[in-house]
């Protein structure tokens, strides 16, 4: 079993950064793939990013590139979500995500290839 807990969210306005924090506990060694993912009301949760356990090959949905990057310390079982000159759009519950299988190109972005969720951190940005 895997536990993942997510902080670093809050209220920001337009053009501002934040960063989340993921953590793991327990079988840390059998999620290799991590990712971010977030949801608005009514939508399905859509992925933001996501990473291999090298931190090597990573994946971005095109509406975040070049602003939010994702990195891991494998060391301390944390992976981190960079999100920078943030819009209102980015608003949402942003989730963390635990892989037990390792993870190639698209396969990244399905919520069913993840088996470790976080309970989600708030991200508000006001205009």
């Known amino acids: 079993q895997v536990h993942v807990v997510e902080s670093g969210g809050g209220l920001v306005q337009a053009g501002d950064y934040l960063r989340l924090s993921c953590t793991a506990s327990?079988?840390?060694?059998?999620?290799?793939?991590m990712g971010w993912f977030r949801q608005t009301a009514g939508k399905e949760r859509e992925c933001v990013a996501a990473?291999?356990?090298?931190?090597?090959?990573?994946y971005y949905a095109d509406s975040v590139k070049g602003r939010f990057t994702i990195s891991r310390d494998n060391a301390k079982n944390t992976v981190f979500l960079q999100m920078n000159s943030l819009k209102p759009e980015d608003t949402a519950v942003y989730y963390c995500a635990a892989g037990a299988a390792s993870l190639y190109g698209s396969m990244r972005t399905n919520v069913r290839n993840y088996d470790y969720w976080g309970q989600g951190t708030q991200v508000t940005v006001s205009s």
């Open positions: 990473v291999d356990r090298s931190g090597i090959h990573t």
């Open positions: 327990g079988r840390v060694f059998s999620a290799p793939e």
